[in-house]
């Protein structure tokens, strides 16, 4: 079965930086949207940031719009989440997710495939 895994997390101070990967082993993602969602200790698992099967549309939640970037390279399979001017109410484990569609949805409904995790700290 196709996995999503995703690595690149760790500790890190606030405002340093991080990218996260995801690779796609089954590379079958190419025709559908991507996202990172993140869930932080005792909170739901929330929104970060989108990207259509192309790559020309964005969804960004707010805290992150400015310091985040989300990006792909559907010929390898891979997603990215460049992190810069990292808060400590950044730290959560962020996951990877495939949706079922194009379109770069903001909501974890239609997000079919997801990743086991990586944890991210950012230290005061």
């Known amino acids: 079965q196709a996995q999503l895994v995703e690595s690149g997390g760790g500790l890190v101070q606030a405002g340093g930086s991080l990218r996260l990967s995801c690779a796609d082993s089954g590379r079958t993602s190419s025709n559908n949207a991507m996202a990172w969602f993140r869930q932080a200790p005792g909170k739901n698992r929330e929104f970060v940031a989108a990207t259509s099967w192309s790559g020309g549309a964005k969804n960004y939640a707010d805290p992150v719009k400015g310091r985040f970037t989300i990006s792909r390279d559907r010929g390898a399979s891979r997603m990215y989440l460049q992190m810069n001017s990292l808060k400590p109410e950044d730290t959560a484990v962020y996951y990877c997710?495939?949706?079922?569609?194009?379109?770069?949805?903001?909501?974890?409904?239609?997000?079919?495939?997801w990743g086991q995790g990586t944890q991210v700290t950012v230290s005061s």
């Open positions: 997710a495939v949706h079922r569609g194009a379109s770069p949805s903001i909501t974890s409904a239609g997000y079919v495939r």
